[in-house]
Structures are given as structure tokens and as C-alpha cells.
């Protein structure tokens, strides 16, 4: 049995063997912001970015695994990103939760339409919608092999998760009002769509399939204060 000092201190080992790295140390950090370019974390980031917060970017690579490491369980037991230390210390994890949680927190931003008004329970309807009917299948299209028995034709599962993630984001596509996805004008539902815009389908499928969607992408990428996030996130060279 290690002494509790010793467990400690493996921690901040384990922590530094992440490289756990700011992305922008200038000026105090309120908000540290776990994840990895062109990941989940792209929504919180962008949504922090658009409310002007002040907020450290450190990187947990997917490539390398280290979301399953001990130093980012610590930090999600789940294993997945985007996490979101707040300014008092406490971890939000769930990218919905984080959108709303930032939202919360910069109401002059107006992030969200007014608090229960019904564009609010509308912004809710299909925050959840993508949280939970799209997110969860783009896991299967990155790791199928996590939902298929052995000897399972591990590519059929993938096949059929994208043609899943397709219906899905086909009812956003009808579902979402014009430039933006609510009539009301901007919101983190806009940036969570444009995420997914992002994931998992064809360019080709999108171009015929989801000119409205294509086109909100495009107007979140070139919002001021999204643009370097997305050119981060999503136009790395
Ligand atoms: N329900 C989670 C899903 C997050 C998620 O699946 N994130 C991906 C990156 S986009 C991840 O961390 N994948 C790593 C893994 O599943 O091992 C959320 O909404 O935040």
C-alpha cells in the first residue's frame, strides 16, 4: 500500500508525463480547459472564446491515448474530453454541460436565448438531441472495435453507426430555422452543430446532403472570435 504522499505525487508525475501544457498562459486563468485539437473540446473552447473568457488550453492527446491515462481520469472518470475546470476548482465534464455551464456564466454574451422562455426550451430540445442521439454514435464510428463482439466485421459496425450519425443529422438539418439554428440568432447550439458538421461523414454526403448545416458551419468558422479556435481545431496543416 503506497503512503498517501506517494500516491500524490505519482499523480503529478502522471500529470506532467501527459505534457499537460497550457495552450496560452498570458494573464490569469480562470477556466483550464482539458482536450485535444479537433475533438469535443473545439465546442467548449469556441464558447468560452465567443463569452470573452479568460481560459488555458491544456492539450490531452487522443493520439497518444492519454485520455485513459490515470492524470485525465483523475480529472473525468470517464476518459473522454473536453473537461472544464472552473474558477473555484470544480470539474464540469459532458460537452452540453460545459456549452450551458459557459453560458450561465456570461449572460451578457447571451449564449442562450432568455431563461425559460420557449427558444429556451427549443435550445435545450436539441442540445440534448445532439448529446444524445449523435455524440454517442460518433464513438462507434472512431472505436468500433469497442462495440463489436471478436471475430465481428468491425468495419460493417462502423458502416452502420455513420448511416445512423447520417439520419440523425439529417433531422438537424431540417429541424434548424436559417443562418442560425434557433430564430432567435447566435447560440451554442450553432457551435455544437457546427462540430458535428465536422465529424464522421463524407464531404461529398455533406455538400448534397446538408447545404444547411454546410453553411452554418461556415458562418460560426468565420465569426471573429471563433475563427483562430476553428482554424486551430479544424484547418491544422
Ligand atoms: N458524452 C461526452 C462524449 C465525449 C467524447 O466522446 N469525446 C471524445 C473526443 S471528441 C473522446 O474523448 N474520445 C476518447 C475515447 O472515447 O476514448 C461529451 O459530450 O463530452
Redesign the pocket.
Known amino acids: 500500500m503506497q503512503s498517501p504522499q506517494a500516491l500524490l505525487a505519482g499523480f503529478f508525475l502522471a500529470a506532467a508525463g501527459l505534457g499537460l501544457k497550457p495552450w496560452n498562459r498570458a494573464g490569469a486563468s480562470m477556466y483550464t480547459l482539458y ?2 485539437l ?4 473545439f465546442s467548449a473552447e469556441a464558447a468560452l472564446a465567443e463569452a470573452g473568457a479568460p481560459y488555458t488550453f491544456e492539450m490531452v492527446s ?1 493520439e497518444r ?1 492519454e ?2 491515462q490515470p492524470a485525465f481520469l483523475a480529472i473525468n472518470p ?5 473537461a472544464l475546470r472552473l474558477a473555484e476548482g470544480q470539474i464540469v ?6 456549452l450551458m455551464t459557459i453560458a450561465d456564466h456570461f449572460p451578457g454574451a447571451r449564449l442562450l436565448p432568455p431563461l425559460a422562455s420557449p427558444a429556451r426550451a427549443q435550445a435545450y430540445r436539441w442540445l440534448a438531441f445532439m ?1 444524445g442521439e449523435v ?2 454514435i ?2 462507434i464510428v ?2 468500433p472495435e ?1 462495440f463489436a463482439p471478436p471475430g465481428c466485421d468491425v468495419e460493417g459496425v462502423r458502416r452502420i453507426a455513420r448511416d445512423r450519425i447520417r439520419e440523425r443529422v439529417l433531422i438537424l438539418e431540417r429541424m434548424m430555422a436559417g443562418e442560425t439554428f434557433l430564430p432567435g440568432g447566435f447560440s451554442i447550439l450553432d457551435i455544437y452543430a457546427a462540430m458535428f458538421s465536422r ?1 464522421s461523414l463524407e464531404p461529398d454526403w455533406k455538400l448534397a446532403h446538408l447545404p444547411r448545416l454546410m453553411a452554418l458551419a461556415e458562418a460560426v468558422s468565420n465569426r471573429p472570435a471563433i475563427a483562430p479556435v476553428w482554424q486551430r481545431h479544424f484547418v491544422r496543416t
Open positions: 482536450g485535444d479537433g475533438s469535443g473540446a487522443l491515448g485520455q485513459k470517464s476518459g473522454k474530453m473536453p465534464t459532458e460537452s452540453a454541460a460545459i448529446a455524440y454517442p460518433v464513438e472512431d472505436y469497442r465529424w
